[in-house]
């Protein structure tokens, strides 16, 4: 769905800059709701028009999976 591949597409972020995530999270939680999701991204530095961003979210996915083969497979 969008919302978790929204959220995914901001957990990647995370892990790219943790320091500057943290303060700008506080502030997109604070529009949630007041915004539509194109700007409210756009608070965060975000374009959710973008290919990259969105490919950002899957790769959290496929290296989730990547995680679990290697595990599955004992190595």
Do not use: M
């Amino acid at each position: 769905t969008f919302g978790a591949l929204f959220s995914l597409g901001l957990y990647a972020q995370f892990l790219s800059e943790p320091e500057l995530f943290r303060a700008k999270y506080d502030d997109l939680l604070s529009h949630t709701g007041l915004e539509d999701a194109a700007p409210l991204a756009a608070r965060f530095g975000i374009d959710i028009r973008s290919k990259a961003f969105w490919k950002s979210s899957l790769d959290v996915i496929v290296s989730s999976i990547d995680e679990y083969e290697k595990i599955s497979l004992g190595g």
